[in-house]
Structures are given as structure tokens and as C-alpha cells.
């Protein structure tokens, strides 16, 4: 039992630092421009497929993941200059409407170039095999996922915690009008955040691909999670979305496989069978809904 | 947003529209056409499905993420009713309005505690949860749906043939509408337009803001499950998808291209995207690409939907 919670645990923790690079790019976006970007599952989708196409041709994991990356992050420039910034001063209906036709578009489009089926994505041969951490084996490639998100993260904390960039970033964050009064080229911000934005989307979606499939409609659902860790988190907010992406991830992994387990010594077997599923999916919405209900605003909003 | 007032002329319009719309049928049917007598009635359930949300938007101002969850929850109902053995559509639609509604009640007195993107989450989230709850039960049929065993009755009339249900979903949607422009006119339809528009001055002027907005979302969701008890007997399956969040983009995305906060924004937002999907897809395979795109092009150069287009109802 504790080694399955172990485990659990550190699958948590991997997921919910995905879930990190995902909100990380749209939490600033949110926050920073106050546009609802819809298309962020897309640019995920579209990225794990750059990284799983440069993959093939490459016949290197790394290589195609620093090729895909690099794509995604062009195509994040490309959006950038010619949709999102005609939709920042718009209002939140017409940008949810906006990127809403980029999902359409972007699924379709994958569907063209790839076809329907799901891309294969192999993680690399060094890392396939599990290695053994206090005295239980656990898969290597998913430990090297790890160590790519803290390492990640915490160049992420330093960037916004203390660089001069970070600092224009927070300070776009809680006001926009003074810090561009102030001098600072908040259009040029803007455009920087997003394509780094997209670049964490792809690094995420690459890393993710050898663990789940390649495939079409991978970012609606993702999106959603990452809607819910930054809200959790309060929007604008870098260390909202860490702390949001660990408690979403670890709540949502170790909710579904323990939940059934738990239920069913409190429960009869039939009513535990049948809630057990249905409570694990929904465990993390409640969640939501309840820090809502207590911080309207967040854990840590970032305009106080 | 300016108020939204009735304009004289809409009536003898939509008097002939109507009589036009019911001689349909036998006119398809005649022509050997008689697919398009379900596909027109798709049509007429989504503009129903789309003025709730409007109503919900347009009206009162509220970015709800969620609608499909009622939506969706009509639908169901409309399926356990028939598995239960009841078929009079005069029990089940108004008992899919009542849980929907219900459910609507619920959802709307916790969200409204919440402002701006914070309700679009939280709606959301409301919306995923009733997904998954319906998804994981297995006495509702799980990722397959709940297939309906056969049409209902309306009161001793069947709607087993196309023609029949076509015209009942003309009914609920002309019933609907007249409700709805009615109440747009009526104290509670100022009202709670006055509240989208300025919420700190009716808080001020001592309305109920709240309470108000509750029982509009409220309205919103039981309109939302008549609609899909309706489609629940179209298609004879209450479909899993139909709670998903896409769909509820999908209603979005009808009433800002009909026109949010115009009467009949909702319906011809349904009417000019279900017509466009059937079109692209003659054309291509890949018709999603064309709407996605035209989507985008509507946001950038006619933002404020086919109804404005129109002006006039515009006061």
C-alpha cells in the first residue's frame, strides 16, 4: 500500500509539473493581456506533434523535442502577430469565439497532415527501462520528466521572481496602463510571453507524448486542467499556477487510484464501484469550486 | 449593450415566417427531400438550445461556460423517462424543464458569487463535473449514452414520424420565443438588462441584483432542457456529448454569430451554423478548417453578429 501511494505520488507530482508548463504560458497570458486563449490545448496538441514528427525524421527523441519546441514556438510568433494582437483589447465573448475557430482549425489541420490516427511517440532507449529509488522501481523516463519540470520551474521562478523581464511581466500582470506609462514596451512583452508560452506548451506536449498518445483532441482536455490550476491558482500568477499544477495533479492521480480502494471499505462493494470512478473524475472540479467559494480570487491573486 | 425593444415590424414578419416554416414538410416530403424534415428540426431545437443561452448571455449578462450541462441533463431526462416507461412528452418535457431548471438553481447560486472570468471557470467546471457524473453512472448507459426506446407521445399524438416532431419543436420554439420577447419587454426583462449594463446602480437602486440573475440563469437552464428532451427524441440517444464543453462552445459560438442580446440572435446563430457545417461539409472533408476560419473572421469584422446586421431592433 505505501508503495502504491509512493508511486501515486510521484506520478502526481510528474502530471501536476506538466500541468505547470501548460498553465505557466497561459496563466501570463490571461493575466498580463486578460484574453481567454482557448487554443492553448491546441498549441500543446500541435507541439507534441511537431516534437513526434521531428522525432521520426530525426530518429532522436531529444533532437525532435528541441525541433519541436522551436516550431511551435515560431507558430506562437506567427498567431501572435497576426490574430492575438487585433484580440486583446476585445472583449473576453470575442476572444473565446476567436480561439474557439483556432481549435477547429488546428484539430482539422492535424487530421490533414497526420490522419486520424494517433502518432507514435518512443521515449528514449536509455530511459525505458525503471530504475530503482528507495527500494521500489519506477519507470526512468517518468523520473526524467521530473527533473525536467523542477528544473524547468525553477528557471521559470527566477526568470519572473528576478530578472528585469520578470519584473516587467508581474508588474503587466497587476496593472497594464501604469507599466506601459511607465515605459515599459508592453507590446513587445506580450509577444515574448506568448511564444514562450507556446514553447513550454510543446515541451510539455513532448515530454507527455511517449506517456500518452499523440493524438487529436489531446488539448481539449488538458486545457480544461489548466483552466482549473490557474483558476485554483488566481490569474496572472506564476507561483499560483506551481502551487495550483502540483495540487491538481497530485489530487487528481492519487484521487483515482485510491479513491475506489478507500470508498470501498467505507462503502458496500455496489455503491463503491459505481461512485468511486465518478467521485475521482469529479474530485478536482469540487475542489475548484470550493476554493472558489472561499477565495473568490484565487489562492494567491495577482492583482491584490 | 443598448436595450433590446421589440420592433413593430417583427410581427407580420414573423407570422409569414411561420406559416412558411409549417408548410415545410410536405413540401420536402413531395420534393423527395424528406432527410432535411430532421435536419430542419435540428435547426429549430439548437435555436431553442441557442436563445436560452441567450437569454442567460445576451440578457442577463452572464458568460456561462456551461450551458450544455443542462442541455444535456434535458436530454437524459427525456431517456429515463422513457425507460421508466413514461412516453407522454406533456410529463417528461415539462419534468426535463424542472431538472434542468433545478440543476440550473443550484449551479447559478454558487457561481454568481463569483465576477468575470472567474464565473466563465466556474461554470465550466460545473458543467465537467455534470459530465462526468452522467459519464460514470451505469444506469445511464455510461460513455454510450442512453438510447430512447422510441419516440414520445404528445398527449395522444405520436411523434414517431418526422413531420410530427418537426412541428412540435415549432411549437416549443414559437412558444419560447413569444415567452422570451414577452419577458424582454416585461418589468423582469428590463431588469435584468439594466443589471448586465450596470449592475453597481440597480444594486443601488435596491433591486435584488442576485436573485434576479439567479432566476434568469435559472429560466436558461430549464429553456436549455426542453431543448434537449427535444433532441433526445430526434436523434433517439441522450448522447454524453451533448454535456461536453465543446458543445457548450458550440451554443456560444450561434448566438455571437446570430447576435448576442437580439431576440433572435440565438436563432438565426443556429440556423446560419448548422446550414454553413451542412454546406462546407458538401464541399470538403475538412469543413472544420472553413469554419474555424470563418469564425475568426467574424470576430474581426462583424463583431457584433448577424443580427445587428439588421440594425433596427437596436433601440
Known sequence: MTQLVLEQALNGLQFGLMLFLLAAGLTLVFGIMDCINLAHGSLYMV??????????????????????????????????LSLFRQLYRRDHLSQALATFGL?????????????????????????????????????????VIIVFGLGVAGLLYLLVARSRVGMWVRAGAANREMTEALGVNVQGLFTAVFVFGAALCALAGGLLGPLLAVQIGMGESVLILAFVVIIIGGIGSIRGALVG??????????????????????????????????????????LMAAILFFRPQGLFPARA | MAFYRPAHYQKPLVITLLLTLAMLPPVLDAWGQAFYIGFATRILIFALAASSLNLVLGFGGMFSLGHAAFFGAGAYVAAMCMDNGISDALFAFPLAMSVAGLLALVVGAISLRTRGVYFIMITLAFAQMTYYLFVSARVLGGDDGLPLTGRMTLGGLSLTSDGALFYSALGCLALVMTFLGRLSGARFGRTIQAVRDNEARMEALGYPVFRYRLVCFALGGALAGLAGALLANLTGLANPNLLQWTQSGTLLVMVIIGGVGYLYGGVIGALVLLCLEEVLAGF????????????????????????????????
Do not use: C
Open chain 1, 245 to 286: 499544477s502540483l495540487i491538481v495533479g497530485t489530487v487528481d492521480t492519487l484521487g483515482r487510484a485510491l479513491l475506489p480502494t478507500l470508498l470501498r471499505a467505507a462503502l458496500p462493494a455496489d455503491a463503491a464501484a459505481t461512485l468511486g470512478p465518478a467521485l475521482a473524475s469529479i474530485l478536482i472540479y469540487l
Open chain 1, 103 to 143: 481549435i477547429l482549425i488546428a484539430n482539422e489541420a492535424v487530421r490533414m497532415i497526420w490522419g486520424p490516427q494517433p502518432l507514435l511517440l518512443n521515449a528514449p532507449e536509455a530511459l525505458s527501462g525503471p530504475v530503482e529509488i528507495g527500494g521500489f522501481f519506477y519507470p526512468a523516463y517518468r523520473l
Open chain 1, 47 to 80: 507541439g507534441a506533434y511537431f516534437v513526434a514528427a521531428a522525432a521520426q525524421a530525426a530518429d532522436s527523441f531529444w533532437i525532435g523535442l528541441g525541433a519541436g519546441v522551436a516550431g511551435a514556438a515560431g507558430l506562437g510568433l506567427v498567431l501572435e
Open chain 2, 284 to 315: 470538403t472533408l475538412h469543413w472544420h478548417i472553413g469554419l474555424g476560419l470563418l469564425l475568426i473572421a467574424i470576430v474581426l469584422f462583424a463583431p457584433r453578429g448577424v443580427a445587428a446586421l439588421f440594425g433596427k431592433s437596436n433601440g
